[in-house]
């Protein structure tokens, strides 16, 4: 009788312990995902940024491209608007906000899956909450470039015309003015006045240039899997803004040309591989996809 009492007391104590392993595991799950959702809420602090100076990929890419004296970016480039948009995308994603749809069982291709809305909490951007609530309430979902081209205001469709973000860059400019990284000029260029942001904290963008660089020189991994998602979103941005030439002129011949070789090496990978390797981000090799196609 004492016997059978110990076994059962035994077993009980077993499912006891059972039952709170395995809440414990869900509470970790759910903490993991949580922090997967948050992880691209806040920039890193090894830099001593403050808050007010963690800046968006959209804002980076801006800041890169712009001129320091200037405050505008080259009339000649004709691809920020669009590689700007892909920003917007990749940052919700690394917000946890977007993802793609699942591939499903034929696997579909990153350009044909749509974007899905994950969570529509505000991001406190109003670039992205505006993209976001857009993404959110559009029925049938659309894809990756069709995103791009409906927020650039690329589309011949006049019934989607609703969808363009308008003036990105001066509001982006706005933004960064706001966190003292720029300040607010007039210029006259003979016809016509036009409001300029020339740089006024060069410690943040030598600190962004110097980000860029050390990730394909000092900092180099030779593995995109192990490279700092936002850092490598970053570069492949910014190339297909066609600012990343900017972070690597001040450079001496033989860095300048190892770090544009290594960049290569980045631009050469194929979106669909990389993109189906544990923890990628799908909608970034999408956006990649994208601009590469």
Not at 214 to 236: C, G, H
Request: charged share 30%.
């Amino acid at each position: 009788m004492t016997s059978l009492t110990q076994r059962s007391s035994g077993l009980v104590q077993r499912r006891t312990e059972a039952i709170r392993s395995a809440a414990a595991d869900k509470e970790k799950e759910s903490a993991a995902e949580e922090d997967e959702a948050r992880r691209g809420e806040e920039e890193d602090d090894d830099t001593g940024d403050s808050k007010e100076t963690r800046l968006t990929l959209m804002e980076e890419v801006l800041l890169l491209g712009l001129k320091d004296r200037e405050g505008y970016t080259s009339f000649w480039n004709d691809c920020i608007s669009s590689g700007l948009r892909g920003c917007m995308l990749v940052e919700l994603a690394l917000r946890g906000r977007l993802s793609l749809e699942p591939c499903g069982v034929r696997r579909k291709s990153l350009l044909s899956r749509k974007v899905i809305c994950k969570s529509d909490a505000p991001t406190g951007d109003v670039l992205l909450d505006e993209a976001l609530k857009h993404i959110k309430e559009t029925q049938p979902p659309e894809s990756v470039q069709s995103w791009i081209e409906l927020l650039s205001g690329e589309t011949w469709n006049p019934l989607k015309l609703h969808y363009q973000l308008r003036n990105v860059r001066e509001r982006l400019a706005k933004n960064l003015v706001e966190k003292g990284v720029l300040t607010t000029e007039k210029q006259n260029f003979l016809l016509f006045d036009m409001t300029t942001h020339p740089l006024t904290n060069s410690t943040i963008k030598q600190r962004l240039v110097k980000k860029v660089q050390d990730s394909v020189l000092e900092k180099w991994v030779n593995d995109p899997q192990r490279m700092d998602k936002r850092v490598l979103a970053l570069i492949l941005l910014a190339h297909s803004s066609d600012v990343l030439e900017n972070a690597f002129a001040p450079l001496q011949d033989e860095q300048y040309d190892l770090g544009m070789k290594r960049v290569h090496t980045l631009l050469e990978l194929e979106p669909e591989k990389e993109s189906a390797k544990p923890s990628a981000n799908e909608l970034m090799w999408a956006v990649v996809a994208a601009f590469t196609k």
